[in-house]
């Protein structure tokens, strides 16, 4: 018997922000996306449970980002979404 295990990361959440931010990077201003990647262990290809989370901010045009907090992540998608 083999059994086939490993990592698999899923397709990245996004989610356009309310945020309007002038990018250090490419100097425009843009709504930034809010990103959501998961790391999940896989069981013969198929997703079991999450190892790793990890939250971004974005801008849409060069794709500069900048790594967020859970917290931080949650209080940006809640004023997004109007709670």
Do not use: D
């Not at 990245?12 to 990018?23: A, D, G, K």
């Not at 250090?24 to 790391?39: A, D, G, S, V, Y």
């Not at 999940?40 to 449970?49: A, D, I, K, T």
């Amino acid at each position: 018997m083999f059994v086939i295990f490993g990592l698999a990361g899923s397709k990245p959440e996004i989610t356009v922000s309310t945020e309007y931010l002038n990018c250090p990077n490419c100097h425009n201003q843009r709504f930034w996306n809010l990103i959501h990647e998961r790391t999940n262990f896989s069981l013969f290809f198929m997703p079991v449970f999450p190892i790793k989370n990890k939250y971004f901010k974005a801008c849409p045009i060069c794709n500069y980002g900048q790594e967020l907090s859970k917290e931080k992540y949650l209080e940006l998608l809640n004023k997004t979404n109007g709670n």
